[in-house]
């Protein structure tokens, strides 16, 4: 298990594995790049969000991002659909030491859809 914590502390994630046993990408795409969350995929079976949060939505209002009801600290995706086998954790909430040296690929949300580049640790 892998504990993530938001700056205040209010809002922890235990998740199964540490990012580097997962797909992980930074995202440009209009959130993310705003965000400047690194995101870590996990089915939502397997991961446990204790703490309150706030949730923002917008478009189709399919997807919920939470943060910090506290500190603000972005810190998971998971959609509406809670039958959505897949929800995106913020790597950046994760221990320092699992991301000194992470391979993060940089993914093109914005336009392509595909992997453009990557970079080496946080
Ligand atoms: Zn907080």
Same mark, same amino acid.
Request: charged share 25%; glycine share 8%; proline share 6%.
């Given at each position: 298990?892998?504990?993530? =914590?938001?700056?205040?502390g209010?809002? %922890? ?7 580097? #046993?997962? +797909?992980? *990408?930074?995202?440009?795409? =209009?959130?993310?790049?705003?965000? &400047?969350?690194i ?18 939505m917008?478009? #189709?209002?399919?997807? +919920? ?6 500190? &603000?600290?972005f =810190?998971?995706?998971?959609?509406v659909? *809670? =039958?959505?086998d ?5 790597? %950046? ?12 690929? *940089? ?7 595909t992997?453009? &580049? +990557? %970079? %080496?640790g946080?």
């Amino acid at each position: 298990m892998i504990e993530a =914590s938001c700056h205040c502390g209010a809002l %922890r994630l235990q998740v199964p594995k540490p990012p580097e #046993d997962v +797909e992980i *990408k930074e995202c440009n795409c =209009s959130i993310c790049r705003r965000t &400047g969350a690194i995101l870590a995929y996990y089915s939502p079976d397997h991961v446990r969000v204790s703490g309150p949060t706030d949730v923002y939505m917008w478009g #189709d209002r399919s997807i +919920e991002f939470h943060r910090c009801k506290v500190c &603000g600290n972005f =810190s998971h995706w998971i959609a509406v659909d *809670k =039958s959505y086998d897949r929800m995106g954790v913020n790597v %950046r909430l994760m221990p320092a030491e699992l991301l000194t040296n992470l391979r993060i690929p *940089k993914f093109d949300g914005a336009n392509t859809w595909t992997i453009i &580049g +990557e %970079r %080496r640790g946080l």
